[in-house]
């Protein structure tokens, strides 16, 4: 299967308006923001699971991150809630449930394979000071990407220049990006050499950015 699989182009999903489709385990449910490849996919997914939920162990042999956007993800390093930022590099294994149900936003295959810095954070408690309106947590920085997580005030101006893709999930309040407004759930993936030039809304927003990786984009090992 391939969705959004052309990196040279611009892409925005607006998430919440698009329907859940299943997934081969009952009780969990998905909105597919790009793919490459079959269940074991380089793949960017909104996943639901409903209460009491779960998937067998698995292993991730080319990584996993994910952001918790509602409820309380549960496997064996502790219950994650809404607001949590988690990586688990190549070759850890888990076995997600949610005895509560939640709602999380990962990316599968998309690691450096000799990356093994598991860990988890708060992304809030990471902000820095606020500057011009923006108070921004780095959450993670490598040779080929870097994620961070940042709050705007109304009207904050975001702009991001950073080489090889950018990559932005709003998590709360609006963005509006090149006239277009992405509000909770919109996804916006900008290729190689294009710059994210963005205002925050009314409300201000909340989001999460990832960039420089699509330089790196590659197939699953299958």
């Known amino acids: 299967m391939e969705l959004n699989a052309d990196f040279k182009k611009r892409v925005v999903v607006h998430s919440e308006n698009t329907a859940w489709a299943s997934s081969p385990v009952a009780g969990i449910d998905r909105r597919m923001l790009d793919r490459i490849g079959g269940e074991v996919a380089r793949a960017t997914t909104i996943v639901r699971f409903a209460q009491g939920s779960q ?16 409820g309380v993800f549960q496997d064996e390093y502790g219950d994650f809630s809404a607001g949590t930022y988690v990586r688990n590099p190549p070759t850890t294994s888990h076995t997600p449930r949610s005895s509560m149900g939640c709602t999380i936003f990962v990316k599968l295959w998309q690691f450096d394979m000799e990356d093994r810095n598991q860990f988890y954070k708060t992304m ?8 011009n309106g923006i108070a921004t947590a780095q959450l993670h ?8 997580y940042s709050e705007l005030d109304a009207g904050a101006i975001l702009e991001n220049t950073d080489a090889g893709g950018i990559e932005m999930l709003v998590i709360a309040g609006a963005i509006v990006e090149n006239g ?6 919109g996804w916006l993936r900008l290729p190689s050499g294009q710059d994210l030039d963005a205002v925050a809304g009314d409300s201000g927003a909340k989001v999460w950015i990832k960039t420089g990786h699509l330089t790196y984009a590659k197939l699953p090992l299958v």
Request: proline share 3%; aromatic share 6%.
């Open 55 to 70: 998937f067998s162990e698995h292993t991730h042999a080319g990584g996993e991150e994910f952001i918790v956007l509602d």
């Open 124 to 131: 809030a408690d990471e902000c820095a000071k606020p500057i």
């Open 141 to 148: 920085r490598d040779a080929q990407e870097t994620v961070s």
């Open 180 to 185: 277009e407004t992405l509000s909770k759930g």
